[in-house]
């Protein structure tokens, strides 16, 4: 019995002796008085060792403070068993000394007991005290989580912050009671109410999952905006995960979002680290740091954040930041996969594919793509569609195929619709259906997915039953698809420019999309280029450079036959093709074709396809320079040149001179050379 209820005690005692003297006469009045004041006489000594017991634990809590523990020892055990019931803070005060060791030796056993006398007498912090001593199995306590429960259900009761805490905890998890979300969020609140920053934090996350409490996100950031300082890292990570996930919404930069995942992966939380990384991975989130990227990744990796290895074992793959290693990326992706990373198993399906880090395995990779798909990834489900599509790993099922794609688009993977698209157009799965596949191709095409870009292009370039001919339309497809990386499109691109087709007929743009799908080697793009070199579209004539172009669009899938074909290369080598084709242009006509009349010079005269002659490369370059041609300054130079020196005729300088003089007058620098020298008019002498 503690000072506060002596007091009371004898307060009562005084007031029962008035009134029982008051209403009692004779003899019995003797009798209450005697009883009275035998009342009163307990009362007031009880007060007074009360206040002595108060005393020596005011005692012992100031040597404690000095550090004088084995005095603040024994006046704590002299308070706790004064007579008659000792002090209920003194006996909790013991059963924390005996488990810290203050003033004697640590002893849980001894501490449960001396936690469970206070908990007698009601003392909130013994009772949460024997709540832990229960879930724990310490000192003489049996584990247990109902009675641990209990026990904290009592100190919550008389308002513990901690305890109260804890009971949500427990409603929340089903630990020693069955889980109760009403009743988790009714206790966090309570303990809000103290002031207990981790049960705020807890509440603010009921709030923003809906627990036990209709979602409120305005409620959850509230708090979280509260918590950002004396939350700890877990309120700046939420609230910088709830700006990172609503800045699109908002049309808001993730700047805020980024900072608070900095903060708070700088005081070490591990998910933090896996944002901040993300974050500065990808450039739609703000500026790129693919160093910055990396380290964080790392800390959150090393920390067992299967997103972060997954991430980590990307960049070890492709070689962002690091240089490329196949043996940490085969680590960090089956660490992440073995943690059940949907997207690193669809990581290691699509390695497993293409032989990547492990042998090429069409039916492990199915596997993989089955276990991702199951686990929620749509772009794995759009995978073992594709797989089924084409008997990758599994037997061929159209079908099947058709309804994987449907399940892809369905969980949110909207490239699938250029999937559906491909199978209502095809037939493939389903019944052809044309007007259903231009949907689709539509819905996937606004969404950014460039093979349905490009497509529809294609489409409106031609003319299909239902579908009227737009090539305007058509252009406007295929520069989206273009400017979005697709080489066919921009090969297609291309020629719509050099021929007019959607658009005003224009060279110069018809040239830098050719070159553009020709750095891919997208064969119509080469077949266009070389049409371009061939013509002087665009560029300078190059009938060397055209016909490179078209030996590569042959051995091209939409490469053109025209003007060399697959089969032509097959049966001759590449520079023997070129003279026959540059033959067969000039045929009798060489002066109505000088660019290649230039080039079937060169031909003769490095030997290239045809025997090495100078006296044929001569002819041909005279041809060339006899006119007014773009390469009548060089051919008149070549001449120049082998009269001089008698390549392939007799030395004449009064030849050479006089062609020279016109190269020279054309600008050539060489001629000009010759002729200062002096030398041909000296041996002319």
């Not at 009883?35 to 809590?61: E, G, H, P, T, W």
Request: hydrophobic share 40%; charged share 20%; net charge negative.
């Amino acid at each position: 019995m503690d000072t506060k209820s002596t007091g009371i005690f004898t307060v009562v005692a005084v007031i029962l002796e008035y009134v029982l003297i008051k209403m009692t006469r004779g003899a019995l009045k003797k009798i209450c008085i005697i009883v009275a004041s035998l009342i009163l006489v307990v009362s007031i000594i009880l007060f007074v060792q009360s206040i002595r017991a108060s005393k020596l634990y005011q005692n012992a809590l100031e040597n404690y403070e000095k550090g004088e523990y084995t005095q603040a020892m024994m006046l704590m055990e002299k308070s706790a068993n004064s007579l008659p019931f000792g002090n209920t803070n003194a006996k909790y005060m013991l059963g924390v000394f005996y488990e810290e060791g203050v003033g004697v030796r640590d002893d849980v056993r001894e501490a449960s007991i001396w936690f469970a006398r206070a908990a007698e007498k009601g003392n909130a912090a013994a009772l949460y005290k024997l709540g832990e001593y229960y879930e724990y199995g310490l000192g003489s306590m049996e584990q247990s989580m109902a009675k641990a429960f209990d026990y904290y259900l009592k100190a919550a009761d008389a308002r513990h912050t901690d305890a109260q805490l804890r009971v949500g905890l427990c409603y929340l998890n089903g630990e020693g009671v069955t889980d109760n979300a009403a009743q988790a969020f009714y206790w966090f609140d309570k303990a809000s109410e103290m002031g207990s920053i981790p049960a705020m934090y807890q509440l603010a996350l009921c709030y923003k999952n809906g627990i036990g409490t209709a979602m409120n996100d305005n409620a959850a950031m509230d708090l979280f905006e509260q918590l950002t300082v004396d939350g700890g890292s877990d309120a700046r990570y939420e609230l910088g995960l709830y700006y990172f996930k609503t800045a699109s919404i908002n049309e808001i930069d993730y700047s805020k979002a980024r900072n608070l995942f900095i903060s708070a992966a700088d005081d070490g939380n591990l998910d933090a680290n896996y944002y901040a990384g993300f974050c500065y991975r990808y450039p739609e989130y703000g500026e790129t740091d693919f160093s910055r990227a990396f380290q964080y990744f790392k800390n959150a990796a090393d920390g067992g954040v299967s997103e972060a290895q997954y991430e980590l074992g990307l960049m070890y793959l492709f070689g962002f930041e690091v240089e490329i290693d196949e043996d940490c990326a085969k680590y960090y992706l089956l660490e992440a996969a073995n943690q059940d990373s949907a997207n690193a198993i669809n990581r290691l399906g699509l390695c497993y594919y293409s032989g990547v880090l492990f042998n090429e395995d069409k039916y492990t990779a199915h596997e993989c793509f089955e276990k991702a798909s199951a686990l929620g990834l749509a772009v794995a489900t759009r995978n073992v569609g594709f797989d089924y599509e084409n008997g990758y790993g599994v037997d061929q099922d159209e079908k099947t195929a058709f309804l994987k794609y449907q399940n892809a688009v369905n969980d949110g993977w909207l490239d699938s619709h250029y999937d559906l698209g491909r199978c209502y157009w095809n037939g493939i799965g389903t019944n052809a259906d044309f007007i259903r596949a231009m949907e689709e191709y539509t819905i996937a095409a606004n969404g950014d997915n460039v093979d349905a870009q490009k497509e529809l292009g294609f489409i409106y370039l031609s003319n299909y039953s239902g579908i009227e001919e737009d090539h305007e339309t058509a252009v406007q497809w295929l520069m989206l698809a273009a400017n979005n990386g697709n080489a066919e499109a921009m090969g297609k691109l291309a020629e719509c420019y050099f021929y007019g087709t959607g658009v005003i007929e224009n060279n110069e743009i018809s040239f830098e999309w050719a070159e553009k799908a020709s750095a891919h080697n997208d064969g119509l793009g080469l077949s266009i280029l070389g049409d371009c070199y061939r013509y002087g579209y665009g560029t300078n004539v190059d009938y060397i450079t055209a016909f490179d172009c078209y030996y590569k669009s042959a051995q091209r899938e939409n490469g053109r036959s025209y003007p060399i074909s697959k089969k032509s290369i097959e049966n001759g080598s590449k520079d023997e093709l070129m003279f026959e084709w540059l033959m067969n242009i000039v045929s009798d006509y060489p002066s109505l074709y000088p660019g290649a009349s230039f080039a079937l010079a060169l031909c003769y005269e490095n030997g290239t396809g045809v025997t090495q002659d100078f006296s044929n490369a001569l002819k041909y370059y005279l041809y060339v320079a006899d006119g007014w041609y773009k390469f009548s300054t060089d051919a008149a130079q070549k001449a120049g040149i082998y009269y001089y020196y008698g390549y392939g005729v007799d030395v004449n300088y009064l030849e050479a001179a006089r062609w020279f003089s016109k190269a020279a007058t054309a600008g050539d620098e060489l001629s000009q050379q010759y002729i200062d020298s002096g030398l041909i008019y000296i041996e002319v002498g």
